[in-house]
């Protein structure tokens, strides 16, 4: 919660900069860090003015960081709009976030290890829009027996795609990170290794969520291929339940994903 706060507050004081400076002012210290790490704190805390300032901050230096940011917003807007009262509006939030991340995992042309991370962050956010955010409200049906044949089978089509997607993106971060574990690339393993592992761990988390999801909504007809799937999601979280504590909030939230899959 420290660093979160200390991260905002840097942003703050960027962006702060930013709009005071004249057009021949040193370049700030602020522009070295990740934008996508910024952009992640603000969406937590829900700042969505913030992250749309940060967005077009960041539009002619870093197309790709402000469609991230962009898409940040858009979902920060939709996640306090009502499914039933607001339905179209929510929607349509959650598609233009949707067509940013596209657009910025397209255009994505990773050339050091920091813009690989950034590659796979944007990656992460559209399998999770997509799998996990855009579902919420029918798995939250399911979870309450209230959903239909036909809500269920939204979900089955909906999340084939992403669920393959986050799973390739698991498999790239740990063959990453078997390459900067070798004894040549040891620099690169001390300065991101941290990073990369962190990243590796919410792909994890959001992977089986998104597994747990498609197998409750799978015909039960199928229960082979829905057994499949749910031990799949258990096993994409086993990482993080043997996880010794909760510092990062993802342990708990794994522990109850085992158990309901």
Known sequence: MRLRTWVIAVLLAGLAAVATA???????????????KLADALASNGMAALLGALADELQTSNPNDAAYAAAQMYICQARVLTA????????????????????AVAAAKPADPRELIKSYRYRLLLGDLQANIMMQQLFDR?????????????????????????????????????????????????????????LELIVSHKLGYA???????MDSADQSARNRILK?????????TKQQDNENGMKYWAVLLSAQA
């Open 22 to 36: 004249g057009p021949d002012a040193a370049k700030s210290p602020y522009e070295k860090l990740d934008n996508t």
């Open 232 to 240: 799949d999601a258990i096993s994409a979280v086993e990482p993080i």
């Open 142 to 198: 399911m979870l309450f027996l209230q959903s239909s044949q036909q809500d269920r089978k939204t979900v089955v089509d909906a999340t084939a795609a992403p669920v393959k997607n986050l799973a390739a993106l698991h498999t790239a971060i740990a063959e990453t990170l078997s390459e900067w574990r070798k004894p040549a690339n040891a620099a690169t393993m001390v300065v991101l290794g941290n990073d990369m592992e962190e």
């Open 211 to 217: 597994e747990l999801c498609r197998g409750m909504a």
């Open 84 to 103: 039933e009262k607001d339905a179209k509006a929510k929607t349509e939030l959650l598609n233009k976030a949707k067509e940013k991340l596209r657009a």
